[in-house]
């Protein structure tokens, strides 16, 4: 199956900084996600970016499909942006469009 | 849209009982559902793809008679652990896609944390 390969594995910042998270697929993806999956456990949807490059406050997606990755980019972090964040693709050759996650990257901000 | 509800949010049961685990879409139609099992500081595992109206699709070495999935409706799937052991515990998410299935993204409920005394 497809492989997902996420980094860093950690990363601690100073509340302020920016960062860049990458993730590389190893297979041609109709699906890419990024998610941030808080203390409580919760995965929230940050982006659905198969391709292109999306923007959402202070965080920013791009993803070269024909290269095969995806980075998250943070800006101006803040320490409620700390947790887990995982890249999560679904493989063009498969039937039921299920995804398969990164082991993600735990982000610690500090204040 | 596209919310995903899921419950209970945390359950403790003793070994030996079993355990049922709801997945609902609240405000659109889900064919296919998805269950994820996440030990502790790891990433999430797919269990199995929940079809409505017929089997379920378990990944390699996932014990289906263990972990019993039922898609009845387009909007439930359940996910009942059966003789449920200490080894069970674990955080088990599900989710599901709306329409267009093939194009569009995959929404998560908020997850059942499960420990098994």
């Known amino acids: 199956g497809i492989q997902v390969e996420q980094s860093p594995p950690d990363l601690i910042l100073q509340e302020g900084a920016n960062s860049t998270l990458r993730c590389n697929f190893s297979?041609?993806?109709?699906?890419l996600q990024w998610f941030h999956q808080n203390p409580w456990g919760q995965l929230i949807n940050l982006f659905y970016?198969?391709?292109g490059t999306k923007q959402n406050g202070r965080l920013s997606a791009t993803t070269v499909a024909t290269e095969r990755y995806s980075l998250l980019y943070i800006s101006s972090s803040q320490t409620t942006d700390s947790g887990v964040y995982f890249c999560?693709?679904?493989?063009?050759?498969?039937?039921?469009?299920?995804?398969?996650f990164g082991k993600g990257t735990l982000l610690t901000v500090n204040p | 849209g596209a919310v995903v509800s899921q419950h209970p949010s945390r359950v403790i049961c003793k070994s030996g009982t079993s355990v049922k685990i709801e997945c609902r879409s609240l405000?659109?139609?889900?064919?296919?559902m998805f269950w994820y099992r996440q030990f502790p500081k790891k990433s999430l595992m797919l269990m199995a793809t929940?079809?409505?109206?017929?089997?379920?699709?378990?990944e390699q070495g996932v014990e289906k008679d263990k972990f019993l999935i039922n898609h009845a409706s387009l909007t439930l799937s359940t996910l009942t652990v059966t003789s449920a052991h200490p080894e069970d515990s674990s955080f088990y998410i599900c989710?599901?896609?709306?329409?267009?299935?093939?194009?569009?993204?995959?929404?998560f409920g908020n997850g059942t944390r499960l420990t098994v005394t």
């Open positions: 989710s599901a896609r709306g329409l267009p299935h093939r194009n569009s993204p995959l929404h």
């Open positions: 297979d041609s993806v109709n699906n």
């Open positions: 970016i198969p391709s």
């Open positions: 999560a693709v679904d493989g063009s050759g498969g039937s039921n469009y299920k995804l398969t």
């Open positions: 405000d659109f139609q889900a064919t296919t």
């Open positions: 929940s079809n409505e109206g017929s089997k379920a699709t378990y």
